[in-house]
């Protein structure tokens, strides 16, 4: 059964940057994988942030497009998202997490990490 774990985020200023990380664990070497940083700020909706399939196609949300960067490592086995010229807005608790698909025995379902908070003050 795959684990996430997520690391990296701080308090930071307006304008400074974080690089989050997501280690993945215990992955069916069978099974694809797609990989997303979501974030929840307080009494708001989880929101997606940004993506990146098995094929290494990314994918941003509009707020941040331009700020950050997710990368995927050549074995797959973690994600990261660099953060630069952080506002307030980007406060919240962000989640990595991991779609499972694949042949019959890959089960389709959702991994998700404990979340890793950010805050940014002005």
């Known amino acids: 059964q795959v684990h996430l774990m997520e690391s990296g985020g701080g308090s930071v200023q307006t304008g400074e940057s974080l690089r989050l990380s997501c280690i993945v664990s215990d992955e069916d070497p069978y099974c694809s994988y797609d990989m997303k940083w979501l974030r929840q700020a307080p009494g708001k909706d989880r929101e997606f942030v940004s993506g990146i399939d098995d094929n290494g196609i990314i994918t941003y949300s509009d707020s941040v497009e331009g700020r950050f960067t997710i990368s995927r490592d050549n074995a797959k086995n973690t994600v990261w998202l660099q953060m630069n010229d952080l506002k307030p807005e980007d406060t919240g608790m962000y989640y990595c997490?991991?779609?499972?698909?694949?042949?019959?025995?890959?089960?389709?379902?959702?991994?998700w990490g404990q979340g890793t908070q950010v805050t940014v003050s002005s």
């Open positions: 997490q991991t779609w499972q698909f694949g042949p019959v025995r890959c089960r389709r379902e959702h991994y």
